[in-house]
């Protein structure tokens, strides 16, 4: 059951850009309408690589951080998507606050390593490029790492970081955790909406992001993850010829 919240609604063909905005208290969330044949998936873009998707049943939240009082007003989780270890997508207390006692959590071993046994109990590992289904939600792990020589300490492949194409709606959803340009990623087919990183240096840079989505082309992209990043830029690079819509959200709300 949906609690009641009071809502910033964005719908097909709008963006907030880079507005400035106050920052929104738990009763006063963003959303925006992913539209699908199969009906429609909202999104909750909460904080830099934090965000919440919901569609009839199912609320995924992916790398929940900050604090249990940004997601309050929002619908329950009814499963958890971690990406890897570092502190802006592996909060342990959060995680804790918005899992309750069963909520089921997916997670590549590295963050179950992590996990205290509370959470271990319904947490599932899933390794890059392995697949599953977690409460009717189809999950495939794609790898997520570091490519650039000097960027190679912060993601390391062979830690197993991951991102995530999940299944809403019919919706095929890629969301890509912290890696660089890969050739998985590049590899990607019939993603209908992406959520891309892109900010250095611990990332890639916002000319790597624009080659990557011309190569998979998604229908709809949304540049996440991206602090100190010209949006304008990678929307600029990545032109209109291809079929994309890119759309641009401020998920730093101050």
């Not at 609604?9 to 929104?24: D, I, K």
């Not at 998936?41 to 919440?52: C, D, Q």
């Not at 959470?119 to 899933?126: A, D, E, M, R, S």
């Not at 890629?174 to 990332?203: H, Q, W």
């Amino acid at each position: 059951m949906l609690k009641r919240r009071h809502f910033l609604t964005l719908v097909s063909g709008g963006s907030l850009g880079m507005m400035a905005t106050p920052r929104l208290l738990a009763a006063e969330a963003v959303r925006e309408i992913l539209p699908g044949k199969e009906g429609n998936v909202t999104l909750y873009p909460i904080e830099h690589a934090t965000l919440v998707l919901q569609a009839g049943d199912h609320t995924v939240y992916v790398d929940p951080v900050g604090g249990a009082a940004r997601f309050q007003d929002l619908p329950d989780a009814t499963l958890i998507l971690i990406t890897h270890i570092h502190g802006d997508h592996l909060n342990i207390g959060t995680l804790q606050a918005v899992s309750g006692e069963r909520t089921p959590i997916v997670a590549p071993p590295s963050v179950v390593e992590k996990l205290p046994d509370s959470l271990k109990v319904h947490t599932t590992p899933l390794s890059a490029g392995e697949q599953a289904t977690v409460t009717g939600v189809l999950l495939e792990a794609i790898p997520a790492y570091n490519t650039t020589p000097e960027r190679l300490g912060y993601h390391p492949k062979d830690r197993g970081d991951v991102g995530y194409v999940l299944t809403l709606a019919g919706q095929h959803i890629y969301v890509s955790g912290d890696t660089e340009d890969i050739p998985e990623m590049r590899s990607l087919k019939n993603i209908d909406v992406a959520f891309l990183c892109m900010n250095l240096p611990y990332t890639m840079t916002v000319e790597q992001a624009a080659a990557a989505v011309r190569a998979f082309r998604p229908k709809r992209v949304y540049p996440y993850h991206y602090r100190g990043s010209d949006l304008e830029k990678f929307k600029e690079r990545v032109g209109t010829d291809g079929g994309v819509d890119v759309r641009l959200l401020d998920w730093y709300r101050k």
